[in-house]
């Protein structure tokens, strides 16, 4: 997941979007797809049963392990490699004169936890409610 952002991050700046910071709303998917296929891993392994509390705090560790590494090359990237995007981010954002790559990598880690949390969340009831309709049949 954490190479489907950076991939992601990558192709926007080809395409000349990268100024757009807004379109990091789209990280949403990303992670949605990712966790769902983790969940839906985790559930073939255990031949088709799923217990919640573990779909739903894998989904969690997996969102955390996504955001600290993409909040770590986002670090590098406007640290070294593209001062330029950090200057344009304190310059035009809500709040960017407050921005350090620092705190914007943890912002990121926030960021990408939060929305984890209520994907796993979601996915794991759905995924287990399916389950459990399954295993009732």
Request: hydrophobic share 55%.
């Amino acid at each position: 997941m954490a190479l489907g952002l950076v991939v992601y991050f990558l192709l926007m700046k080809l395409l000349g979007l990268g100024n757009i910071v807004e379109l990091r709303f789209l990280n949403f998917f990303i992670i949605l797809i990712g966790i769902r296929l983790f969940i839906l891993r985790l559930k073939r392994e255990n031949n088709g049963s799923l217990d919640y509390l573990h779909a739903l705090g894998y989904g969690f560790v997996v969102a955390a392990i996504t955001s600290i590494l993409f909040s770590a090359f986002m670090f590098i990237y406007l640290s070294y490699i593209d001062p330029g995007l950090m200057h344009y981010i304190e310059a035009h954002q809500p709040f960017g004169e407050y921005l350090t790559p620092g705190s914007a990598a943890i912002v990121l880690i926030l960021e990408g936890g939060a929305s984890g949390a209520i994907i796993s969340f979601v996915l794991a009831q759905y995924i287990g409610k399916e389950s459990e309709m399954k295993q009732a049949d």
